[in-house]
């Protein structure tokens, strides 16, 4: 895992290194934002309109150019190419969720189909209360703990790699899957929230 860890940390400095270097940032055309077309931000809305929505560039955490996908969903991409288009991708996908009257809430569909889902990570943004809801496990619909199980409902709460279940390994994923958050002792109220970031990658065969 660790050397895992170390080859996708790699991978994202080349591709902020080519961010940075190569693409025409400002410039209008083909693989670039006319400089009109980036919100500089810290928060990312929680949902945007395929083919109209600017991009996002974000000055807090998860830092990154944000574009809007096909299904309505902000995500920041960085592409190796290879030939006749041709490509493999590192990509994040990000969803907010409010609490409801149920047993679980979920980011519905968030893990594409044909993903090589390489974790999640996730941040309380207001509390979750509900009498003897005392905490919340975080899975993808199959394992109820795989991302995270005894998460705390309060503010501020977040998780990394440390909380997710030891035997989690990057997962193929060949139909959409969803982040359900369940809960511990008592079901959600309508109060709360969560943001969910996903990390993982894709592949795109060539053209011809």
Do not use: H
């Not at 991009?55 to 807090?60: C, G, K, M």
């Not at 030939?83 to 979920?106: E, K, R, Y």
């Not at 030891?166 to 929230?193: E, L, R």
């Amino acid at each position: 895992m660790k050397n895992l860890r170390q080859q996708i940390l790699a991978l994202i400095a080349v591709i902020l290194v080519y961010a940075v270097m190569v693409i025409p940032w400002g410039t209008p055309g083909v693989g670039a934002f006319a400089g009109s077309d980036i919100v500089r931000a810290s928060t990312l809305p929680a949902s945007c309109t395929p083919g109209r929505a600017p991009a996002y560039l974000l000055t807090a955490s998860p830092y990154g150019l944000y574009t809007c996908s096909a299904t309505g969903i902000m995500v920041s991409a960085g592409n190796i190419g290879g030939v006749n288009g041709s490509s493999i991708q590192l990509l994040t996908a990000t969803a907010t969720i409010n609490g409801a009257a149920a047993a679980t809430i979920s980011a519905t569909n968030l893990i594409p189909a044909g993903s090589l889902l390489m974790g999640v990570t996730v941040r309380v943004l207001t509390t979750f209360s509900n009498t003897s809801l005392t905490s919340q496990t975080i899975g993808d619909g199959t394992t109820a703990d795989l991302f995270g199980t005894g998460i705390a409902l309060t503010a501020g709460t977040t998780t990394t790699y440390a909380n997710q279940k030891t035997t989690f390994t990057p997962k193929i994923y060949q139909s959409a899957a969803s982040v359900v958050f369940t809960g511990t002792g008592a079901s959600y109220a309508a109060n709360g929230s969560v943001e969910v970031v996903i990390y993982y990658y894709a592949l795109t065969a060539p053209t011809s």
